[in-house]
């Protein structure tokens, strides 16, 4: 066994052409059943910062305990988010087809299957049309997917939260048949299921992962599966920041190239951030399979939106490779010239009220090359009471290469562990006069871009412990992209799996769907 890793110049994969990647969200909720504000705010949040989306329903669980004891509360709002979803269920469908718009905007319909014997799944249609189906197994939903697609209706259903216990929610992968299920959700709000202690625990009232139902084990077993994230915000958010999002590579920004391209496992899971992870094997995109072969030539590149902590290379479950920033960051710019990212953060403060944001953003003797909104909704799971009419606080608009704004809206974080704080980036390209402005809520900051390289410049909009905002440090490109190769001897009897995993220096990660050796 020997490994080689060596820098290319490549700026690209050759065999990922003529793919792009798109960003979206296909499972999240609001208030069709249980869960805050519109579908038609949550498909406006989703036009911010998303290229594809579905806003599910919760629909139906065949095996629901009684409704008794603790459990009473439980199943009963279960139960009302079912009849819900029933009486809007023609709405959803016109609201999710007048949302799709070919080379714009992609959008699915889905609805949520919960199921304690198999583990909960969504279900999607190719389109905007479509019945809630309803049966008591696997086998029984597989059998009526098949009915349809006989008469051109097709669908697929994606396991999500999958590392709760089996019996309880989590996935059984004994069940596990990749005819309709081409990918599996393994990270969310819920959490990271790759394998027992990945990053992301377990933090629901549902309980923790248990290793027999992660990523790693489905892996182990033999399934051939593509990963993607998904949200599963109940607040009309999708894509809320940080939450979970996937990654697809699609000739286009089309139905039909976003559905082919889940089909074939050109999907990538993501926490958060954008990240364009590229990842090829003997010339075999993600999601693809080869025959025996005794050496790996495996090419990566990535591009992510902060700073990159490492790249990872797994196969068959074990880490073989990591290579640390020190080693990606090998790119110096000239000091004169500057291309790299610029983000502002804004929130804190004390617990006060929603708190409303107007900014505005100037760069001076530069321009803005890629806006990168990082929009957040409320972190809420379980119903509430709340009695706002509206969930769509944010939206932005960028004038020209030197102007953009934005307006949102925080609350003060509610304890030192969850961050509530709204962030917009820019991909900006500049030089030593270069400037940074912004007008935030009419309080003017500027910034030679210089001094911003050095490190971040905070401020209170009204003294201490009041509402806060922090202008980033600008990041090089070189500390947020790289690209390399890497070699794997191994005898050609074996059979192996490898996937791509990748750190920020922010907590944001993105996994890339397996390549199958053998």
């Known amino acids: 066994m020997s490994f080689l890793v060596e820098k290319t110049n ?33 498909y406006t949040n989703a036009r911010l910062q998303l290229d594809f989306a579905s806003v599910t329903g919760h629909a139906w669980w065949h095996d629901m305990p009684a409704a008794e004891g603790r459990l009473k509360s439980l199943v009963e709002y279960h139960q009302r988010g079912f009849s819900k979803l029933d009486s809007v269920w023609k709405d959803v469908q016109d609201v999710t087809e007048g949302a799709h718009e070919e080379g714009k905007f992609v959008s699915f319909l889905s609805f949520e299957w919960h199921s304690a014997a198999h583990g909960d799944h969504c279900f999607y249609y190719k389109g905007g049309q479509g019945e809630i189906v309803r049966k008591s197994s696997l086998q029984q939903m ?39 299920s081409p990918v599996v959700e393994m990270v969310s709000m819920h959490g990271c299921g790759e394998h027992d202690d990945a990053p992301r625990p377990y933090l629901h009232d549902m309980g923790p992962r248990d290793g027999r139902s992660s990523l790693i084990t489905g892996l182990k077993r033999g399934f051939r599966f593509g990963v993607i994230g998904s949200s599963d915000h109940h607040s009309a958010h999708p894509g809320s920041h940080g ?36 990842f090829e094997l003997n010339g075999a ?50 000091e004169n010239d500057f291309v790299g990212l610029i983000g502002l953060s804004v929130g804190w403060g004390n617990r006060t009220d929603r708190f409303k944001w107007d900014v505005k953003l100037e760069i001076e003797n530069g321009k803005i090359t890629r806006p990168l909104p990082r929009f ?20 932005w608009h960028q004038g020209d290469e030197q102007h953009l704004e934005f307006k949102t809206a925080t609350i003060a974080n509610p304890n030192v562990f969850t961050d509530t704080t709204q962030n917009f980036a820019m991909e900006i390209e500049g030089n030593h006069r270069t400037k940074i402005k912004a007008i935030i809520n009419g309080k003017t900051v500027e910034y030679p871009l210089a001094e911003l390289r050095d490190g971040p410049r905070t401020g209170y909009l009204d003294g201490f412990v009041s509402h806060a905002y922090q202008l980033g440090r ?36 993105a996994w890339s769907s397996p390549i199958y050796v053998g």
């Open 243 to 278: 939450h979970g999002r996937m990654a697809v590579w699609a000739a286009d920004l089309t139905r039909d190239s976003i559905w082919q391209a889940i089909y074939d496992r050109r999907t990538v899971a993501l926490t958060g951030d954008r990240i364009a992870l590229a």
């Open 142 to 180: 597989r059998s009526e997917m098949r009915r349809l697609k006989e008469n051109g209706i097709e669908m697929m259903m994606i396991p999500h939260h999958i590392c709760y216990l089996d019996g309880y929610r989590g996935i059984h992968w004994d069940d596990f048949d990749p005819e309709f």
């Open 376 to 395: 957040k909704g409320d972190v809420t799971v379980s119903p509430q009471d709340d009695d706002r009419t509206s969930y769509q606080f944010s939206s």
């Open 474 to 509: 600008a990041v090089p490109e070189g500390e947020y992209c790289w690209d390399g190769a890497f070699v794997d001897q191994r005898d050609a009897s074996q059979k192996d799996w490898y996937y791509v995993r990748v750190r920020q220096k922010n907590d944001e990660w």
């Open 10 to 42: 490549m700026q690209h994969l050759s065999s990922y052409h003529p793919y792009r990647p798109y960003y979206g969200d296909i499972h999240n909720h609001c208030n069709i059943s249980y869960g805050h504000g519109s579908i038609e705010d949550a």
């Open 285 to 334: 995109l993600m999601g693809q399979s080869l025959p025996a072969c005794d050496q790996r030539d495996m090419r990566i590149a990535v591009r992510g939106e902060n700073p990159l902590d490492y790249v990872e290379i797994i196969r068959n479950g074990e880490r073989i490779y990591r290579l640390s920033s020190h080693e990606i960051n090998q790119q110096h710019q000239n």
